[in-house]
């Protein structure tokens, strides 16, 4: 059977020793979009509008230099002077992604890109892989049709006069169009900064778009008490059985202000999964399953109404989804559902031991209204930890008696033809934007991280 999309929530702490964004981030290497959601309670206090202002002002500092478009031969960029300036030097991040085949002279099936590790990645027909000549392996989700190829341009032995440099070089200049186009980012610590090009390379300089929304009417999710259900301490797991010392230390689980992590749980609305770490959605009409952790499918089943936590989750992405989209009506909609079966989940499951706070049920969303700071352009994974950062310094600033921005979303998505992603060759579709990460970002430095795959 094919490969179908999945949702999937982990719940975690900014202050875990593994970091685990870190890794969580690095699946994407460029995004083609970012977006934050801040939620302000009615009346909008004074403080409210300063946090907006504030983050408003963070996502103008890592988007103030623009990107380029450029044109030329690729092997321009491989010059020793070029990449130890731009690509291998310390604190620096250099991306670089081919345009669309309607756009430039590769076929269809071929694009480019060089990630900020230092990666020259593409993703080729099975035609020009042949005629490449480069080591490279083929897709799993379209064997002998696509295929893989990795070069590490930080390598000790990429330098000229060694085999793998040179070849390259060569098969690159000859069998890559000079005339295609590229996007292109480069930042220290995540800010953007100008590039001198080197010969023949052509190149215009693009700002990013951005669009600033308030949505109002909003109402708003109580994420806090979600988020103490969806990760209780205890090592609850599949809302049943604890586990023992040595069991939750092979799996990762802890609590969420600084123990371990557990795997990715498989669910449906239907049969629910209540996790302490996180769940997984796959959907694909009629697939069901378990996640890496082994857990099978139905823990959990028929209890809160048929809902659980899983069904609490999806009403939240599906939130998420409809005020990025600006659909106040499906925003509010999702809210009260959620409000009502948070409330009927805290009593229904029995979690009240297992949370890290009591607290009561809760029956209805509050008021209030959603500030979308959206960007569009190519985005590196540096730029998008400085706004994680922002909020998160944000959120910590303000009184935690009565917060004026009770938590935030820091909503991104991947470009679905990079040959960048973790997971080569399952996305092959020609639209823009591909799978996307959600974080929401608490006070207490814990945050859900919502992926699409």
């Not at 719940?11 to 083609?32: E, G, T, V, Y």
């Not at 934050?36 to 909008?44: E, Q, S, V």
């Not at 392996?137 to 590490?152: M, N, R, T």
């Not at 409809?322 to 948070?342: F, K, P, V, Y």
């Amino acid at each position: 059977m094919g490969w179908v999309p999945s949702l999937t929530l982990r719940c975690s702490s900014f202050a875990h020793p593994a970091q685990r964004h870190h890794r969580d981030l690095s699946d994407f290497p460029l995004r083609c979009a970012l977006e934050l959601l801040l939620p302000l309670p009615a009346p909008a206090e004074p403080a409210a509008q300063a946090a907006v202002a504030s983050l408003a002002a963070a996502v103008d500092r890592v988007t103030s230099a623009g990107y380029h478009i450029i044109r030329g031969p690729l092997g321009a960029l491989l010059q020793p002077a070029f990449l130890d300036a731009h690509v291998r030097a310390g604190g620096v991040e250099f991306c670089l992604l081919s345009l669309g085949a309607a756009a430039s002279a590769l076929p269809h099936a071929d694009s480019i890109s060089i990630t900020p590790s230092g990666q020259l990645r593409m993703a080729v027909s099975r035609d020009t892989f042949q005629r490449l000549g480069l080591p490279g392996k083929a897709s799993v989700a379209a064997p002998g049709e696509q295929y893989f190829i990795c070069v590490d341009l930080c390598a000790a032995s990429f330098v000229p006069g060694k085999k793998l440099h040179d070849k390259v070089v060569e098969r690159v200049g000859n069998l890559i169009p000079a005339s295609l186009d590229y996007l292109c980012l480069f930042t220290r610590d995540g800010v953007p900064q100008s590039i001198e090009f080197p010969q023949p390379i052509t190149a215009c300089h693009v700002p990013f778009s951005a669009i600033h929304r308030a949505l109002s009417p909003a109402c708003l999710p109580n994420v806090l008490i979600m988020s103490e259900i969806a990760a209780p301490s205890s090592g609850l797991r599949g809302g049943e059985r604890n586990e023992g010392p040595e069991e939750a230390k092979r799996r990762g689980g802890g609590a969420v202000g600084g123990g371990g992590e557990g795997e990715a749980m498989e669910c449906s609305a239907a049969t629910p999964i209540s996790s302490d770490r996180t769940f997984s959605k796959k959907t694909g009409e009629g697939e069901s399953g378990a996640g890496a952790g082994g857990v099978e499918q139905g823990v959990g089943e028929g209890r809160a109404g048929g809902g659980g936590i899983a069904a609490v989750a999806l009403e939240m992405h599906e939130w998420i989804g409809a005020a990025s989209c600006g659909i106040t009506r499906h925003m509010n909609e999702c809210a009260r559902r959620m409000g009502s079966m948070l409330g009927h989940t805290a009593c229904s499951l029995d979690l009240a031991s297992h949370v890290t706070s009591a607290t009561p049920p809760v029956t209805s969303a509050a008021a209030g209204s959603v500030h979308s700071l959206r960007v569009c352009g190519p985005i590196n994974n540096s730029q998008v930890l400085v706004l994680i950062n922002a909020v998160r310094s944000t959120l910590e600033q303000q009184s935690a008696s009565s917060p004026s921005l009770p938590w935030a979303v820091v909503n991104c998505w991947s470009f679905s033809s990079a040959p960048a992603q973790k997971r080569d060759g399952r996305r092959q579709e020609s639209s823009e934007a591909g799978e996307s990460q959600a974080f929401v970002i608490l006070p207490s430095d814990a945050y859900m991280l919502f992926s699409t795959r």
